[in-house]
């Protein structure tokens, strides 16, 4: 089981704004980072920290957090954007690493 | 450029063990905090075990915990994954990665930035 929730699936019509939520308690202490993976393909990290974007990672893509829910928000949304989006942070306890279930993004 | 590289997957039967590596360059290795995560086909990823920059400080999934080792010898920048009385549920894509902590008097976080391509570890009779 997770300790982090997220929507199984989301979509998008292209060019429009799209938001993918991450909800868990320990989002209240830590801060959520965001994962982009491509059938076949390793994950690639996107969002870590308040809202920071690693290089190369268009900004487009931007994170928030408020409570108990982080959100990864991806402005105009192109069709390389269409994959699968997971969060990542601490469970309540601080001592365990924990995923989100992933969301799988289309993109319309 | 940074890169890892797993190794050591492979079929295996239940109650069997297997040792995954994962050899890394482009970075001082025993400056960072390392971890494995797997995926099962089709499904999503799930945390495996964390180990500190110098081997002291280890930690695992319950879903592993007293079945597999995590460990690393600095002067040859690699990670290790040992796992032992493999079951069903294990059969999976194993990845290392890379693990940033930030912590600062205000805030406390971690994330994973640079990730292998992977191993396959299958676990059937």
């Known amino acids: 089981s997770y300790e982090l929730t997220q929507d199984p699936s989301v979509s998008v019509a292209l060019g429009q704004t799209v938001r993918i939520t991450c909800q868990g308690d320990?989002?209240?202490?830590?801060?959520a980072s965001w994962y982009k993976q491509k059938p076949g393909q390793a994950p690639v990290l996107v969002i870590y920290g308040k809202d920071n974007r690693p290089s190369g990672i268009p900004d487009r893509l931007s994170g928030s957090s408020s409570g108990n829910t982080a959100s990864l928000t991806i402005t105009g949304a192109q069709a390389e954007d269409e994959a699968d989006y997971y969060c990542?942070?601490?469970?309540?306890?601080?001592?365990?690493?924990?995923f989100g279930g992933g969301t799988k993004l289309t993109v319309l | 450029e940074v890169q890892l590289v797993e190794s050591g997957g492979g079929l295996v039967q239940p109650g069997g063990s297997l040792r995954l590596s994962c050899g890394v360059s482009g970075f001082p290795f025993s400056s960072y905090e390392m971890s494995w995560v797997r995926q099962t086909p089709g499904k999503g990823l799930e945390w495996v075990s964390y180990i500190s920059d110098g081997g002291f400080g280890t930690y695992y999934a319950d879903s592993v915990k007293g079945r597999f080792t995590i460990s690393r010898d600095n002067a040859k920048n690699s990670l290790y994954l040992q796992m032992n009385s493999l079951r069903d549920e294990d059969t999976a894509v194993y990845y290392c990665?890379?693990?940033?902590?930030?912590?600062?008097?205000?805030?406390?976080?971690?994330?994973?930035?640079?990730w292998g391509q992977g191993t396959l570890v299958t676990v059937s009779s």
């Open positions: 990542h942070s601490r469970d309540s306890s601080g001592e365990h690493l924990v």
């Open positions: 320990s989002l209240r202490r830590y801060y």
């Open positions: 990665a890379r693990v940033v902590i930030v912590a600062t008097s205000s805030v406390f976080y971690d994330y994973f930035d640079y």
